[in-house]
């Protein structure tokens, strides 16, 4: 037994000493015992976070700000809960608590032969993993943490990671008295994972008990853990210990440690490991076969089926144990045989079940009925009609931006792209289950959930009822506004009430194809003017008067010449080009005397919905614009038509084509704001077809790439700098949290997403600029 008040080794604690180290140090104390392979390390106790707390007379100050607080208030909660860690990372430490920990740290130094070790700092509660209860993922966690300096400051902020707003809230709705949980911190050996993963000891998604499963992918588990990656997927017969389905996933990404070495960062696996490791598999046979027996025996230590993280040090060329918890999810009369037919990209998340419409082309779209799964090449403009009927689409082609993909979460149907094989193996007349969350196509009607569950993730996926009025009430305020995108005007009743500032982006397209059908030139040679002026009228109307007097941005049509060839009278007026994404569309369309007349017929419509029906609060945009000379242009024709540009009437552009980046500030002068088109930005930028499931899944299309960042943080300066709004619209802020971040930090204005992820952009915006003001605070 070690002589310190305040630290506990591994080797001295076990699963029942959760009071003393909460659930992950308790976890990882009785793995230790059980002989298995875990990264070494020490416990700082609950009783060293009473101490602090004690100590730095705190205790007194926490019960005065949490006496008054309304959890479901968040503004309030995040006051509160920002205050308590700004007293906690300022509070004084106890100075022989803070020697013992320095000298453990020193013991483990020498324990292990390595001076200054790096490690991982995690927060460990005393209610964690509790049967009732599971705290995981409500503290926080540090990697490569070096030198006694840095561990006390990550000790430290594990300790007021307690007080965190999200931790606070899940203590309050889960009944438990916030003072009577303690914060206990582990300090382990950092893993330097070439490989990691998780483990179920029992498959959690058929509940079988005689199969278990594992994920693997390259670097740390944070990219499998968090979804940042789709890992490789094992299914295992657990009698004979045998492979029965693999499924080698496309990794474009990896976490590893920083080059400084505090912290970690997302990189590319192309560029750290090679083209090989992307469509690689993770682990080899007998990798596999190590994973497969240490799973079989913690489960038989442990009596009960786990659910555990690993990962593969590629120093000491060893597995290790990184925590390991009873699955307690599985249910016992579940016995789902499910077989998989094809697999893609997530697109649209949910869960859809129907008979297969394998479809050409335009031509049978009158063919799908509804609560068919339509499975196609790729969808277009004309099929949405089709789609809207469609329990699920699935395609062979596309990446998370293609049409698909797009409209799918608009209309919130489970939706996979890229499955590459999809119309070969999926026939008309199949009974089949789309599982849009895991990208995979099963025969027959199966992942049946019960009605509760079914709410739950229905929830999850974005889907609206009636709560939804009560969480906008409920939505953290940001100064950062967040849009919404909206296609279909039928659309906005079922979404109003969702937390957003306004819409970001109104596609006028979909007023085109479902209410007017045909082409605006053709209706201009056959004198129907005033009815094409009338259905986007009132479509733009019926938008605006439901969110008034918040703002709607109406993007004026961005069809390309294939998809406005779709329309009536369409073939006779629009040419064939080899290459319509960077053909005759936006601005350069309607400036041109073969389309000029129809886009005033726009102009007429978006004028009678401001004045005829009082709706002030629409705004025009501008879509691929290229020049600085055609801007002025348009801008001469828009005030002919009653829409010029002044304090009542905005006028935004699309900033999604290089030029305006190099020119940002000659454009910002002359309207209102920009909106970055990130989707074609990064296309033209990257060189990278949106629409290339290919090139997707290698990487090039991303925003995140160093090129797109800097095009975003040129036009951000340059909207800043004249005074002008700068928002962006497309899902990359919402689905990667890093990308948010910069953006914020940039300062954006405001990002407009789809509707099946506003409340969690929001959230997430929310937490970015909280950690901002902390760190500008810190600095202070």
Request: proline share 4%.
């Amino acid at each position: 037994m070690s002589n310190y008040s305040y630290i506990k080794w591994f080797d001295e604690i076990g699963k029942d000493d959760i009071p003393v180290v909460g659930g992950k140090g308790a976890n990882l104390g009785e793995l230790t015992s059980m002989g298995l392979p875990v990264p070494p390390g020490f416990c700082i106790t609950a009783s060293g976070y009473d101490k602090f707390i004690d100590y730095a007379e705190l205790d007194e100050v926490v019960k005065f700000l949490m006496e008054p607080l309304d959890v479901d208030n968040v503004d309030a909660l995040q006051e509160v809960g920002t205050a308590i860690q700004n007293k906690i990372n300022q509070g004084e430490i106890y100075s022989e608590l803070e020697d013992e920990i320095i000298s453990a740290y020193r013991e483990f130094s020498e324990k292990i032969g390595v001076k200054d070790p790096e490690v991982a700092v995690r927060s460990s509660a005393t209610a964690e993993d509790l049967p009732d209860a599971s705290f995981a993922g409500q503290q926080d966690t540090y990697l490569h943490i070096r030198g006694e300096e840095e561990l006390i400051k990550h000790v430290r902020a594990c300790w007021a990671s307690l007080w965190t707003s999200r931790a606070i809230y899940y203590r309050e709705k889960q009944n438990f008295d916030h003072f009577d949980v303690s914060l206990s911190v582990v300090i382990q050996k950092m893993v330097n994972s070439e490989k990691s993963g998780v483990m179920f000891t029992a498959n959690p998604i058929n509940n079988s008990k005689n199969e278990m499963m594992i994920n693997a992918s390259w670097g740390l588990g944070e990219a499998v853990v968090s979804g940042i990656v789709t890992p490789d997927e094992y299914i295992i017969d657990k009698n004979t210990k045998k492979v029965i389905e693999k499924n080698i996933a496309t990794k474009n990404y990896m976490v590893v440690k920083k080059e400084d070495g505090v912290g970690t960062v997302q990189v590319n696996v192309k560029d750290v490991l090679g083209e090989e490791a992307v469509k690689g598999e993770c682990l080899n046979d007998r990798e596999l076969q190590t994973l497969i027996e240490r799973g079989l025996k913690v489960e038989e230590l442990y009596g009960s089926v786990q659910d555990t993280e690993w990962g593969f040090d590629k120093d000491t060329k060893e597995f290790y144990f990184l925590q390991s918890r009873p699955i307690t999810t599985l249910e016992e009369d579940k016995k789902e045989v499910l077989k998989m037919l094809a697999k893609g990209l997530p697109a649209s998340p949910g869960i859809g079940r129907g008979k297969v419409r394998r479809i050409k082309d335009i031509t049978e779209i009158n063919l799908v009925q509804e609560g068919d799964i339509l499975v196609t090449e790729m969808t277009n403009p004309d099929m949405v009609p089709a789609m809207r009927k469609a329990a699920g689409v699935v395609t062979d082609e596309g990446g998370r931006t293609c049409h698909a993909a797009i409209v799918s979460r608009e209309l919130q149907i489970p939706c996979i792209v890229g499955a590459t094989n999809a119309t070969k193996v999926l026939d008309t007349g199949m009974e089949v289950t789309v599982d849009a969350t895991r990208g995979v196509v099963y025969e027959g009607n199966v992942l049946n959930e019960s009605k509760k569950e079914e709410n739950k993730e229905n929830r999850q996926s974005g889907s609206v009822n009636l709560d939804d009025s009560i969480r906008s009430l409920m939505a953290p305020i940001t100064a950062t506004k967040i849009y919404m995108n909206l296609g279909e005007p039928e659309l906005i009743d079922k979404y109003k009430d969702l937390p957003f500032d306004g819409i970001g982006l109104m596609r006028t397209e979909f007023i085109f194809t479902n209410m007017i059908g045909a082409h605006p030139m053709y209706l201009v040679k056959t004198n129907q003017g005033d009815f094409m002026i009338d259905k986007l009228a009132e479509g733009i109307s019926k938008v605006a008067s439901a969110i008034y007097p918040r703002n709607l941005v109406v993007r004026m049509s961005d069809f390309r010449t294939n998809e406005f060839r779709g329309l009536k009278g369409g073939e006779e007026v629009e040419p064939i080009e080899s290459n319509p994404m960077i053909g005759w569309r936006g601005v350069s369309r309607y400036i041109s005397p073969e389309y000029e007349e129809g886009f005033r017929l726009e102009c007429r419509a978006m004028k009678k919905a401001r004045e005829e029906y009082g709706l002030t609060n629409i705004i025009a945009m501008l879509p691929f614009v290229r020049t600085v000379e055609e801007l002025k242009v348009v801008k001469e024709i828009m005030a002919e038509e009653g829409l010029k540009q002044s304090k009542n009437f905005k006028i935004w552009i699309m900033a999604e084509v290089p030029s305006v980046v190099f020119q940002a500030e000659e454009f910002a002068e002359l309207v209102d704001g920009f909106s970055i088109g990130s989707n074609d930005l990064t296309q033209l930028v990257m060189g990278a077809d949106r629409d290339s499931g290919i090139l997707n899944n290698m990487g090039y299309f991303d925003e995140r790439n160093e090129p797109v960042k800097r095009a975003l943080k040129i036009l951000i300066d340059a909207c800043n700098k004249k005074g002008k709004t700068c928002s962006i619209c497309g899902q990359g802020p919402s689905q990667y949290p890093e990308l948010a971040e910069f953006l914020v930090e940039c300062g954006v204005t405001s990002m407009s997403v789809n509707p099946d992820t506003v409340d969690y952009t929001r959230r997430l915006v929310a937490s970015v600029e909280q950690k901002m003001i902390l760190k500008k605070l810190r600095e202070i």
